[in-house]
C-alpha cells in the first residue's frame, strides 16, 4: 500500500514571497490532515477535511493560509505572503475516516525556511 | 479541552536496557491514546493505540504501551532498547466526542551501544 506523498520535500522562500504544498493520501481514506509542526513542538492541526468538504479549520491562519481538496482526493496548502514565523514542517496526514478511533498515517512533509 | 505532556524532553539508554517514555493526559471522557514515532526528516509513523479493554496495549517493534486511568497516563515501552529506537515519540489523546488529536511536545530517546 502506499503512503502518504508530499510535495516538495524543501523549500526556502523569502518573507512575503508565496508557497504552495501538494499531499496525495492514502488511497480510500477520506479525511485529510494538514498540520504544522515547528523545531521542539508536536504537529499544530491546521486544517482537516473529510472528502472535498472541511470539518476543522479554526486554527489556519486565513489571513495568509489557504488550503483545498477539490476532488477529494489530493490537497494543496498554500501561504500567501509568507513570514518568518511560518518556518516549519507541513506534515499531511490522511485517515480512514474521522470518526472512530482509527490512526492517522503521515507523509513525509515539507520543510519550509523562510528567510 | 484536552491536553497531553511528555514530561521528559529526552530519554537516555544504553541498549538491552528497557526504556520508558512517559505521558499524562487530561480528557473529559474515556480517551482514545496513541503513540507516533519520527525519525529524522521522516513524518510520524503510529506505534499503537488504546481505545478500550486490556491496559495493555501492544505495538510495532517489540513496543507497548500500559494504560493507568487513575493516573491519567499512557507510557510507552520496550523492555530491551535497540540502537535503532533512537528516535523523536509523540503521545497523542483524542476524546471520542472531538476529532481533534491533541499532541504532547515530543521526547526524544537516544539509545548509546
Known amino acids: 500500500e502506499a503512503g502518504v506523498a508530499q510535495s516538495p520535500r524543501y523549500k526556502i522562500i523569502e518573507k512575503r514571497q508565496s508557497v504552495a504544498f501538494w499531499c496525495n493520501p492514502i488511497s480510500g481514506h477520506a479525511t485529510l490532515y494538514w498540520y504544522q509542526q515547528i523545531l521542539g513542538q508536536g504537529p499544530k492541526l491546521l486544517i482537516q477535511?473529510?472528502?472535498?468538504?472541511?470539518?476543522?479549520d479554526s486554527q489556519l491562519p486565513k489571513d495568509r493560509f489557504s488550503a483545498e481538496r477539490l476532488k477529494g482526493v489530493d490537497s494543496t496548502l498554500k501561504i500567501q505572503p509568507a513570514k518568518l514565523e511560518d518556518s516549519a514542517v507541513y506534515l499531511c496526514a490522511s485517515s480512514f475516516t474521522y470518526r472512530g478511533p482509527h490512526e492517522q498515517y503521515f507523509g513525509p512533509g515539507t520543510r519550509l525556511t523562510v528567510t | 479541552a484536552q491536553s497531553v505532556a511528555q514530561p521528559e524532553d529526552q530519554v537516555n539508554v544504553a541498549e538491552g536496557n528497557p526504556l520508558t517514555v512517559k505521558c499524562t493526559y487530561s480528557v473529559s471522557g474515556n480517551p482514545y491514546l496513541f503513540w507516533y514515532v519520527q525519525y529524522p526528516n521522516r513524518g510520524l509513523q503510529f506505534l499503537l493505540k488504546?481505545?478500550?479493554?486490556?491496559?495493555l496495549v501492544k505495538g510495532s517493534y517489540g513496543f507497548e504501551a500500559e494504560f493507568n486511568k487513575s493516573q491519567t497516563s499512557f507510557h510507552l515501552k520496550k523492555p530491551s532498547a535497540l540502537v535503532s529506537d533512537s528516535a523523536l515519540y509523540f503521545c497523542?489523546?483524542?476524546?471520542?466526542?472531538?476529532?481533534?488529536?491533541?499532541f504532547g511536545a515530543g521526547t526524544t530517546v537516544t539509545v548509546r551501544a
Open positions: 497523542a489523546v483524542r476524546d471520542p466526542n472531538d476529532y481533534k488529536l491533541s
Open positions: 477535511f473529510q472528502n472535498n468538504g472541511v470539518v476543522d
Open positions: 488504546y481505545i478500550t479493554g486490556d491496559n
